[in-house]
Protein backbone atom coordinates (compact mmCIF):
# COMPACT_ATOMS: atom_id res chain seq x y z
CA UNK A 1 0.00 0.00 0.00
CA UNK A 2 1.35 3.48 -0.80
CA UNK A 3 -0.13 6.90 0.14
CA UNK A 4 1.54 10.03 -1.16
CA UNK A 5 -0.92 12.68 0.43
CA UNK A 6 0.50 13.38 4.16
CA UNK A 7 0.35 16.89 5.56
CA UNK A 8 2.66 18.28 8.31
CA UNK A 9 2.20 20.89 11.05
CA UNK A 10 3.36 23.11 8.86
CA UNK A 11 0.14 23.62 7.07
CA UNK A 12 -1.58 25.40 10.54
CA UNK A 13 -4.28 22.80 10.55
CA UNK A 14 -2.28 18.97 10.55
CA UNK A 15 -1.02 17.90 14.39
CA UNK A 16 1.53 14.90 14.78
CA UNK A 17 5.40 14.66 14.16
CA UNK A 18 6.44 13.92 11.03
CA UNK A 19 8.09 10.71 12.76
CA UNK A 20 5.01 9.27 14.14
CA UNK A 21 2.95 9.40 10.69
CA UNK A 22 6.37 7.21 9.55
CA UNK A 23 5.83 4.64 11.93
CA UNK A 24 2.30 5.00 11.84
CA UNK A 25 2.31 4.06 8.19
CA UNK A 26 5.26 1.60 9.04
CA UNK A 27 2.76 -0.32 11.65
CA UNK A 28 -0.10 -0.35 8.67
CA UNK A 29 2.10 -2.05 6.22
CA UNK A 30 2.40 0.91 3.54
CA UNK A 31 5.63 0.75 1.56
CA UNK A 32 6.06 4.36 0.61
CA UNK A 33 4.91 7.49 2.86
CA UNK A 34 4.85 10.41 0.23
CA UNK A 35 4.91 13.96 2.24
CA UNK A 36 2.32 16.69 0.56
CA UNK A 37 2.38 19.60 2.97
CA UNK A 38 0.50 22.54 1.07
CA UNK A 39 2.97 24.18 -0.66
CA UNK A 40 4.32 27.57 0.72
CA UNK A 41 3.47 30.40 -2.21
CA UNK A 42 4.62 33.65 -2.33
CA UNK A 43 2.04 35.93 -2.26
CA UNK A 44 2.32 39.83 -1.81
CA UNK A 45 3.99 41.85 1.22
CA UNK A 46 0.90 41.68 3.27
CA UNK A 47 -1.23 38.45 2.38
CA UNK A 48 -0.82 35.61 4.94
CA UNK A 49 -2.60 32.19 4.18
CA UNK A 50 -3.76 30.92 7.29
CA UNK A 51 -3.72 27.14 5.68
CA UNK A 52 0.15 26.69 4.08
CA UNK A 53 3.70 26.80 5.78
CA UNK A 54 5.59 29.91 4.92
CA UNK A 55 8.07 30.08 2.14
CA UNK A 56 10.31 30.69 5.44
CA UNK A 57 9.77 27.21 6.21
CA UNK A 58 10.83 25.02 3.05
CA UNK A 59 14.37 24.51 4.11
CA UNK A 60 13.81 23.04 7.30
CA UNK A 61 10.97 20.77 6.00
CA UNK A 62 13.25 19.49 3.30
CA UNK A 63 15.97 19.05 6.13
CA UNK A 64 13.83 16.89 8.17
CA UNK A 65 12.26 14.66 5.39
CA UNK A 66 15.63 14.15 3.97
CA UNK A 67 16.82 12.98 7.69
CA UNK A 68 14.22 10.94 8.44
CA UNK A 69 14.04 9.41 4.86
CA UNK A 70 17.43 8.19 5.85
CA UNK A 71 16.76 6.62 9.25
CA UNK A 72 13.92 5.11 7.65
CA UNK A 73 15.51 3.93 4.53
CA UNK A 74 15.25 -0.08 5.40
CA UNK A 75 11.97 -0.05 6.49
CA UNK A 76 9.39 2.68 4.23
CA UNK A 77 10.12 4.90 1.12
CA UNK A 78 9.86 8.49 2.49
CA UNK A 79 9.26 10.84 -0.80
CA UNK A 80 9.14 14.98 -0.04
CA UNK A 81 6.78 16.77 -2.04
CA UNK A 82 3.89 19.54 -1.96
CA UNK A 83 0.01 19.29 -2.29
CA UNK A 84 -0.28 23.00 -4.29
CA UNK A 85 -3.13 24.26 -6.45
CA UNK A 86 -2.49 25.93 -9.55
CA UNK A 87 -2.51 29.90 -9.74
CA UNK A 88 -1.77 31.56 -12.68
CA UNK A 89 -0.38 34.66 -10.47
CA UNK A 90 1.83 33.00 -8.48
CA UNK A 91 2.88 29.78 -9.61
CA UNK A 92 6.18 30.35 -11.62
CA UNK A 93 7.56 31.67 -8.60
CA UNK A 94 6.27 29.71 -6.35
CA UNK A 95 7.48 26.53 -8.52
CA UNK A 96 11.07 28.53 -8.54
CA UNK A 97 11.18 28.77 -5.09
CA UNK A 98 10.15 24.96 -3.82
CA UNK A 99 12.46 23.40 -6.65
CA UNK A 100 16.18 25.26 -4.89
CA UNK A 101 15.31 22.11 -2.69
CA UNK A 102 15.24 18.85 -3.07
CA UNK A 103 12.13 17.69 -4.52
CA UNK A 104 10.18 14.36 -5.90
CA UNK A 105 6.52 15.41 -6.98
CA UNK A 106 3.41 17.58 -6.48
CA UNK A 107 -0.08 16.84 -6.34
CA UNK A 108 -2.62 19.10 -7.48
CA UNK A 109 -5.44 19.84 -5.13
CA UNK A 110 -7.08 22.79 -6.89
CA UNK A 111 -8.91 24.12 -3.33
CA UNK A 112 -9.05 27.54 -5.07
CA UNK A 113 -10.23 29.13 -8.13
CA UNK A 114 -7.97 30.92 -9.52
CA UNK A 115 -5.78 31.76 -6.83
CA UNK A 116 -6.20 32.21 -2.20
CA UNK A 117 -6.61 35.92 -2.68
CA UNK A 118 -8.96 36.91 -5.06
CA UNK A 119 -10.86 33.88 -6.25
CA UNK A 120 -13.44 31.38 -4.55
CA UNK A 121 -12.59 28.14 -2.60
CA UNK A 122 -14.13 25.39 -4.50
CA UNK A 123 -15.14 23.20 -1.29
CA UNK A 124 -18.19 25.73 -0.88
CA UNK A 125 -21.98 24.75 -2.23
CA UNK A 126 -22.61 26.21 -5.42
CA UNK A 127 -25.33 26.05 -8.06
CA UNK A 128 -23.57 28.18 -10.62
CA UNK A 129 -22.56 26.86 -13.84
CA UNK A 130 -19.35 29.45 -14.15
CA UNK A 131 -18.05 28.49 -11.45
CA UNK A 132 -18.27 24.71 -11.74
CA UNK A 133 -16.95 25.74 -15.30
CA UNK A 134 -13.98 27.78 -14.07
CA UNK A 135 -12.55 24.78 -11.15
CA UNK A 136 -12.31 22.47 -14.62
CA UNK A 137 -10.96 24.85 -16.87
CA UNK A 138 -8.10 26.03 -14.09
CA UNK A 139 -7.65 22.32 -12.96
CA UNK A 140 -6.90 21.37 -16.22
CA UNK A 141 -4.68 24.19 -16.96
CA UNK A 142 -2.61 22.91 -14.15
CA UNK A 143 -2.82 19.59 -14.95
CA UNK A 144 -1.23 20.63 -18.37
CA UNK A 145 2.19 22.28 -17.12
CA UNK A 146 3.15 18.60 -16.58
CA UNK A 147 4.62 18.98 -12.74
CA UNK A 148 1.95 17.39 -11.04
CA UNK A 149 1.86 13.05 -10.26
CA UNK A 150 -2.07 13.38 -9.56
CA UNK A 151 -5.19 15.50 -8.76
CA UNK A 152 -5.69 15.29 -5.36
CA UNK A 153 -9.52 15.22 -4.32
CA UNK A 154 -10.65 16.14 -7.68
CA UNK A 155 -14.40 16.03 -6.96
CA UNK A 156 -13.74 18.87 -4.60
CA UNK A 157 -16.19 21.34 -6.23
CA UNK A 158 -19.20 21.19 -4.50
CA UNK A 159 -21.43 22.13 -7.43
CA UNK A 160 -25.29 21.20 -6.58
CA UNK A 161 -26.91 22.33 -9.41
CA UNK A 162 -28.23 20.48 -12.72
CA UNK A 163 -26.81 16.95 -12.60
CA UNK A 164 -26.49 17.09 -16.65
CA UNK A 165 -24.29 19.74 -16.51
CA UNK A 166 -22.15 18.15 -13.80
CA UNK A 167 -21.10 15.71 -15.48
CA UNK A 168 -20.29 17.46 -18.61
CA UNK A 169 -18.04 19.52 -17.40
CA UNK A 170 -16.78 16.81 -14.65
CA UNK A 171 -16.62 14.92 -18.14
CA UNK A 172 -14.00 16.93 -19.52
CA UNK A 173 -11.69 17.45 -16.52
CA UNK A 174 -11.35 12.95 -16.59
CA UNK A 175 -10.81 13.33 -20.19
CA UNK A 176 -8.12 15.61 -19.86
CA UNK A 177 -6.49 12.93 -16.55
CA UNK A 178 -7.03 10.30 -19.19
CA UNK A 179 -5.22 11.95 -21.94
CA UNK A 180 -2.34 13.58 -19.72
CA UNK A 181 -2.01 10.14 -17.72
CA UNK A 182 -2.51 11.72 -14.36
CA UNK A 183 -4.37 9.32 -11.94
CA UNK A 184 -7.38 10.65 -9.95
CA UNK A 185 -7.35 10.26 -6.10
CA UNK A 186 -10.01 8.31 -3.65
CA UNK A 187 -9.69 10.81 -0.57
CA UNK A 188 -10.10 9.16 2.88
CA UNK A 189 -10.05 12.17 4.36
CA UNK A 190 -13.60 13.27 2.78
CA UNK A 191 -14.87 10.34 3.38
CA UNK A 192 -14.15 9.89 6.95
CA UNK A 193 -15.43 13.64 7.71
CA UNK A 194 -18.34 13.26 5.34
CA UNK A 195 -17.58 16.02 3.25
CA UNK A 196 -18.95 16.58 -0.44
CA UNK A 197 -16.25 14.04 -1.72
CA UNK A 198 -15.52 11.80 -2.62
CA UNK A 199 -18.73 11.75 -4.61
CA UNK A 200 -20.34 8.48 -6.39
CA UNK A 201 -21.91 11.07 -9.04
CA UNK A 202 -17.91 11.78 -9.90
CA UNK A 203 -16.13 8.38 -9.68
CA UNK A 204 -18.85 6.41 -11.23
CA UNK A 205 -18.74 8.70 -14.41
CA UNK A 206 -14.67 8.49 -13.82
CA UNK A 207 -14.98 4.80 -13.54
CA UNK A 208 -17.40 4.89 -16.79
CA UNK A 209 -14.35 6.01 -18.58
CA UNK A 210 -11.77 3.76 -17.21
CA UNK A 211 -9.66 6.53 -15.55
CA UNK A 212 -6.69 5.51 -13.30
CA UNK A 213 -7.22 5.89 -9.65
CA UNK A 214 -5.07 6.25 -6.67
CA UNK A 215 -5.75 6.26 -3.00
CA UNK A 216 -4.66 8.86 -0.68
CA UNK A 217 -4.88 9.25 2.91
CA UNK A 218 -4.87 13.11 3.33
CA UNK A 219 -3.72 12.38 6.67
CA UNK A 220 -3.67 15.59 8.78
CA UNK A 221 -2.63 13.34 11.54
CA UNK A 222 -0.96 10.16 12.43
CA UNK A 223 -4.15 8.41 13.36
CA UNK A 224 -5.47 9.09 9.57
CA UNK A 225 -2.55 7.01 8.30
CA UNK A 226 -5.19 4.47 7.34
CA UNK A 227 -5.37 1.37 4.38
CA UNK A 228 -9.18 1.43 2.52
CA UNK A 229 -10.36 -2.09 4.28
CA UNK A 230 -10.00 -0.29 8.23
CA UNK A 231 -12.16 2.61 7.14
CA UNK A 232 -15.78 1.56 7.73
CA UNK A 233 -18.04 1.76 4.62
CA UNK A 234 -15.13 2.52 2.39
CA UNK A 235 -14.57 -0.74 0.67
CA UNK A 236 -18.48 -0.71 -0.42
CA UNK A 237 -18.15 2.74 -1.77
CA UNK A 238 -15.40 1.49 -3.96
CA UNK A 239 -17.31 -1.10 -5.05
CA UNK A 240 -20.21 0.56 -5.80
CA UNK A 241 -17.91 2.82 -7.79
CA UNK A 242 -16.12 0.12 -9.55
CA UNK A 243 -12.92 1.62 -8.27
CA UNK A 244 -9.84 -0.48 -8.14
CA UNK A 245 -6.61 1.38 -7.79
CA UNK A 246 -3.85 1.85 -10.68
CA UNK A 247 -0.75 -0.64 -10.50
CA UNK A 248 1.05 1.15 -12.42
CA UNK A 249 4.11 3.01 -11.22
CA UNK A 250 3.76 6.73 -9.86
CA UNK A 251 4.71 9.81 -12.27
CA UNK A 252 7.31 11.62 -11.01
CA UNK A 253 7.93 14.23 -13.72
CA UNK A 254 9.87 17.21 -11.75
CA UNK A 255 12.23 13.92 -11.00
CA UNK A 256 12.76 13.03 -14.60
CA UNK A 257 12.70 16.61 -16.03
CA UNK A 258 15.71 17.12 -13.17
CA UNK A 259 17.36 14.28 -14.31
CA UNK A 260 16.86 14.81 -18.20
CA UNK A 261 17.91 18.80 -17.14
CA UNK A 262 14.47 19.76 -18.95
CA UNK A 263 11.56 21.43 -17.98
CA UNK A 264 8.12 19.85 -18.01
CA UNK A 265 6.00 20.90 -20.96
Known sequence: MKNYHTHTVRCKHARGYEEDYIEAAIRKGFSVLGFSD???????????SGIRMDVSE????????????????????????YEAEYMPPFFDEMMKRIREYPLDYLIQGQHFVKDEISGFYAGSPTTEEERLKDYVDVTIEGMKTGVFSCLAHPDLIHFIGDADLYRAQMGRLIKEA?????PLE??????LTRRNYPCSAFFSLASEMNVDFIYGCDAHSP???????????FPQFLEKNNITFTEKPFNFPLKEAAQNHTEPH
Open 186 to 191: VNALGY
Open 223 to 233: DAILRPEEIHG
Open 38 to 48: HVPVPYPKGFV
Open 58 to 81: IEDYTETLSKLRDKYKDDIQILIG
Open 178 to 182: ISLNI
